[in-house]
């Protein structure tokens, strides 16, 4: 008997989780693990089947093949109100006819739990999320961050294993989601309940997630944290779908362990680092995030120059799109606070040796 | 030229009024007037409402149209209910259909029908009477409900059930605590209606009664046949009180419930059906 073992049950696994309907195939042969407490997002474009996978934990859709466990149990079979997790829906999904009391106390009441600790749990959950005094109004008469909340409460009190949240903040305005968005965060922290997030909006994700899936047309690209995702992308796709991505195309002429030196169309030979494996020879793109590509008016010795077709001041930051003869069009980002550089205006581009990174081509 | 302003247009419509008030009126003041030829004023009695109270013709058809209004209501709204239940999740073309049998039923004449199932019935040896009588009634009735009912289901969010499911709730609960009670204003407007249609309804009556014991409209054909008596407006403008006072509660109920769900924000009676 070894008492090391440190592996944890994972809240959430899917192994080989494959859902069609009909000829459609909505997710692909899905592998995933959710650890406990953690804040975990599915981002991808509309109909990558990230919404399809949130609803194969919940037990509104069966999967094709695979299998959906929660907490360590199987869920096959198992219908949506036998399982350990509950949703914050997209449309919220507020009983009309109950008030915000009722709303929040419908799970308690259908799981027959006492009524003094119905009360208390109630009392709790509407503290949870700022709603006191509300207790008694129909949904309708609340504003859409305030629904947002009753739908928040009324999964949370039930003390899901897992939270599976549905682009909740969806309908709500910019200001009121970044607000929103600071306060799932500290609510989650509090609670420590595993999170499953589902939303098209990378920013949103990125904010809030200890780490990030990221799907495209049922399959999943890429699993890791916001950092990973973002500076070390595992396909094009990844690279694109999460932020700006200045591409140069090239092909591998030695490396080894994760530096590998390429050379660039148009640039020369440079050392770029990359997932391991790739071998020599091989067809790459290199991506350089805007912020790394460093605009100055100075020739370099490196000789990449761009003609400056305009730039764009955003506050935090500027954002300069360039035009650099064989490669084409170039996004540069820097601080706001400097000045602009004339359109028209030839500068030369830089990037320090780790701000890049490579991903093999694909056909 | 404002039409509102035409020299005609205020006359004309204190006459419209009048020919659809007056009417109404002379019946209530008859209804307490000694007078039994009604010629003019003879003075103030509630004899006639004890006539009425005491025929036992009246009793029997009060009792009758009762029973046949009280059963068709509880037929049309599980019609209705079912009916919507099935709807939501029905295909466009099958959604078509349905609604196309629906106004068909309002939009064909009440004869039509009533000749219709006259000879069905009597094609397949169904004996007609009280029962005859309350299918009538649900084929029309169950229009009006069905109405109702869908215009409330289409403003109901499809995520509902799940987010119901999703908190634990047997299909069976969900559907009790949830679909159930989210339509529960649209029910009760749908019964009261369909109540009063079938309690003042003469046509479908006749053609389907048979034998059987004949409703309170029936009844009351048949009494002006022979004479008119001031005992008529008594029951007149009783079942008149009774008809304005269960559509009053609808009308209020529907108006009340509709600040419940998303289908109440369209409000009026009048865009219940989209």
């Known amino acids: 008997m070894t008492a090391t073992t440190t592996t944890t049950t994972p809240a959430v696994d899917l192994a080989g989780v494959e859902k069609q309907f009909g000829d459609l195939v909505a997710v692909r042969h899905l592998d995933l693990q959710i650890q406990p407490g953690e804040f975990f997002s599915i981002i991808g474009p509309s109909g990558c089947g990230k919404t399809t996978t949130l609803r194969m934990v919940a037990g509104f859709e069966d999967p094709t093949a695979g299998r959906v466990s929660v907490s360590g149990k199987d869920m096959t079979g198992v219908r949506p109100y036998r399982r350990p997790v509950n949703t914050v829906f997209q449309s919220y999904a507020l009983f009309p006819h109950l008030d915000v009391y009722e709303n929040v106390a419908f799970g308690l009441r259908e799981a027959r739990v006492g009524k003094a600790e119905v009360r208390v749990r109630v009392a709790e959950a509407i503290s949870l999320v700022q709603l006191e005094g509300r207790e008694s109004s129909r949904p309708r008469k609340l504003s859409g961050g305030q629904q947002q909340r009753v739908a928040l409460a009324r999964a949370l009190v039930n003390r899901p294993d897992v939270l599976l949240l549905d682009e909740p903040l969806g309908a709500l305005d910019l200001k009121l989601r970044t607000e929103m968005q600071t306060q799932l965060k500290d609510l989650q922290r509090s609670v420590g309940v595993t999170f499953c997030y589902v939303t098209h909006d990378q920013g949103e994700a990125f904010s809030m997630s200890d780490r990030v899936a990221v799907m495209n047309l049922g399959l999943l690209e890429q699993v890791g944290t916001p950092e990973d995702v973002y500076h070390r992308p595992a396909s094009l796709f990844v690279a694109d779908f999460v932020g700006k991505a200045n591409r140069f195309r090239g092909r591998v002429t030695d490396g080894s362990s994760g530096v590998y030196t390429v050379d660039i169309d148009g640039i020369g030979s440079r050392r770029v680092p990359g997932p391991d494996g790739i071998p020599s020879g091989a067809e790459v793109v290199v991506v350089v995030r805007p912020e790394n590509l460093r605009a100055t008016p100075a020739e370099s010795r490196n000789g990449l120059t761009a003609t400056v077709i305009d730039a764009a001041f955003l506050g935090a930051v500027r954002t300069i799109r360039l035009q650099a003869a064989p490669l084409g069009e170039l996004t540069s980002a820097a601080g706001g606070a400097g000045a602009a550089p004339a359109p028209g205006s030839t500068v030369s581009l830089t990037w320090d040796e780790n701000h890049a990174w490579l991903i093999q081509a694909g056909d | ?274």
């Open chain 2, 1 to 274: 030229m404002n039409i509102r302003r035409h020299p005609v247009a205020a006359p004309l419509s204190l006459l419209i009024l009048l020919f659809m008030w007056v009417p109404l009126i002379v019946v209530a003041v008859n209804s307490f007037n000694t007078q039994t030829i009604m010629a003019g004023w003879g003075g103030f009695t509630t004899h006639w409402y004890s006539l009425a109270w005491h025929n036992e013709d009246v009793r029997t058809g009060l009792k009758t149209t009762l029973i046949i209004a009280v059963a068709s209501s509880v037929l049309s709204l599980f019609v209705a209910v079912t009916g919507a239940l099935w709807w939501r999740r029905a295909s466009p073309k099958a959604r078509a259909v349905y609604d196309g049998l629906i106004f068909a039923r309002i939009i064909l004449p009440e004869v039509v029908f009533a000749t219709a199932l006259f000879f069905l019935f009597l094609k397949i040896h169904f004996s007609l009477g009280l029962t005859a009588i309350v299918i009538g009634h649900t084929v029309w009735n169950s229009a009006y409900a069905a109405l109702i009912v869908q215009a409330r289901m289409a403003g109901l969010d499809p995520a509902l059930e799940e987010a119901a499911a999703d908190l634990g709730a047997t299909p069976w609960r969900a559907f009790r605590r949830v679909t159930l009670s989210a339509l529960m204003p649209a029910i009760v407007v749908a019964g009261l209606l369909a109540f009063t249609f079938s309690f003042d309804d003469v046509v479908t009556s006749v053609f389907l009664q048979g034998a059987s014991n004949s409703p309170l409209p029936v009844v009351i054909l048949g009494m002006i046949r022979f004479r008119i008596t001031p005992e008529i407006n008594a029951i007149g403008l009783l079942v008149m009180l009774f008809t304005v006072t269960v559509m009053s509660l609808a009308v209020i109920f529907y108006a009340t419930a509709g600040s419940l769900g998303r289908a109440g924000r369209r409000g009026s009676m009048l865009d219940m059906y989209r």
